[in-house]
Nanobody, 120 residues
Framework: QLQLVESGGGLVQPGGSLTLSCEAS????????MGWYRQAPGKQRELVAT???????DYADSVKGRFNISRDNAKEMMWLQMNAVHPDDTAVYYC??????????????WGPGTQVTVSS
């Protein structure tokens, strides 16, 4: 069973950068397509990036060209490099299972998430 813990969030100025980390455990990580989800206040959770186990990536239009998803299957780790952030990126970020092509397919148990706040 997959267990997930996100970290790396914080306060960042518009235009700045931040890297989020996802630590997974449960031995199934290497088989799953994984994704980064985010939920802004008053909004539904949305999937912004996915990465297949073989390395294929997809991004939502809102983050394409600014965010980069990466993973290390041996370490059961995943990252989201966030560049050129703007206030609309403010949200709690979660990692979870997904399907390629930005299809949401989370397991039932979510990690605690990590808060990203973009503000000057």
């Amino acid at each position: 069973q997959l267990q997930l813990v996100e970290s790396g969030g914080g306060l960042v100025q518009p235009g700045g950068s931040l890297t989020l980390s996802c630590e997974a455990s449960g031995r199934v990580f290497k088989f799953y397509t994984m994704g980064w989800y985010r939920q802004a206040p008053g909004k539904q959770r949305e999937l912004v990036a996915t990465m297949r186990a073989d390395g294929d990536k997809d991004y939502a239009d809102s983050v394409k060209g600014r965010f980069n998803i990466s993973r290390d299957n041996a370490k059961e780790m995943m990252w989201l490099q966030m560049n050129a952030v703007h206030p609309d990126d403010t949200a709690v970020y979660y990692c979870n299972r997904a399907l390629s092509g930005l299809v949401s397919a989370p397991i039932n148990t979510w990690g605690p998430g990590t808060q990203v706040t973009v503000s000057s």
